[in-house]
Antibody, heavy 119, light 110 residues
Framework: QVQFVESGGGVVKPGGSLRLSCAAA????????MSWIRQAPGQGLEWVSY????????FYSDSVKGRFTISRDNSKNSLYLEMNSLRFDDTAVYYC????????????WGEGTLVTVSS | QSVLTQPPSVSAAPGQRVTISCSGS????????VSWYQQVPGAAPKLLIY???RRPSGIPDRFSGSKFDTSATLGITGLQTGDEADYYC???????????FGTGTKVTVL
């Protein structure tokens, strides 16, 4: 059964940094586009970032562009999100998500990892 | 503020049918594939519909999707208590070069 194991969440002060990791198994990770999607407490879903199967195409939401960096290591079946200059409004559960066919249909979701930005 | 607008809530009795609308524009729904997601409280979202009207394996045919012009609709027939959840539409917006989610709709089974 395809699943993701996310790690790296926690409590951080404003302006701080965190690195989220997502380990994927068992599927051909390198064949899929991947995304990070977040959900602030009591709020709706917000797309954060998107990376193509090869890693050559990358997109960010306006709210994180310039602060967050998405990357992947296909040899390790892993997805990452480097988060810098964290703000209070970055507090959310972050989901690692697979795009089933590169057309924006997210078919596999991780359990999510909570990031809390607090002073 | 999302570019995809959904009604905040819909409700119906068990066994009834509900529809959820998702209103967008030419840069998203008008020119791309819509997906729908279900999120029950405390759980990660689940893909219900992709490519406007296709169901992933394991999703019952009580759930259906359609698209016309710049709007999409999710239909749920034979409503069950287990269908109580938040539902989101989602799509890639070419103008923004972003993926966007709808505002979300809470379904309540009376």
């Amino acid at each position: 059964q395809v699943q993701f194991v996310e790690s790296g969440g926690g409590v951080v002060k404003p302006g701080g940094s965190l690195r989220l990791s997502c380990a994927a198994a068992p599927f051909t990770f390198s064949a899929y586009y991947m995304s990070w999607i977040r959900q602030a407490p009591g709020q709706g879903l917000e797309w954060v970032s998107y990376i193509s199967d090869s890693g050559r195409a990358i997109f960010y939401s306006d709210s994180v562009k310039g602060r967050f960096t998405i990357s992947r290591d296909n040899s390790k079946n892993s997805l990452y999100l480097e988060m810098n200059s964290l703000r209070f409004d970055d507090t959310a559960v972050y989901y690692c998500v697979r795009d089933r066919a590169g057309r924006g249909a997210f078919d596999i979701w991780g359990e999510g990892t909570l990031v809390t930005v607090s002073s | 503020q999302s570019v995809l607008t959904q009604p905040p809530s819909v409700s119906a009795a068990p066994g009834q049918r509900v529809t959820i609308s998702c209103s967008g524009s030419d840069s998203n729904i008008g020119n791309n594939y819509v997906s729908w997601y279900q999120q029950v409280p405390g759980a990660a979202p689940k893909l219900l519909i992709y490519d406007n009207d296709r169901r992933p394996s394991g999703i019952p045919d009580r759930f259906s999707g359609s698209k016309f012009d710049t709007s999409a609709t999710l239909g749920i027939t034979g409503l069950q208590t287990g269908d109580e959840a938040d539902y989101y539409c989602g799509i890639w917006d070419y103008s923004l070069a972003h993926y966007v989610f709808g505002t979300g709709t809470k379904v309540t089974v009376l």
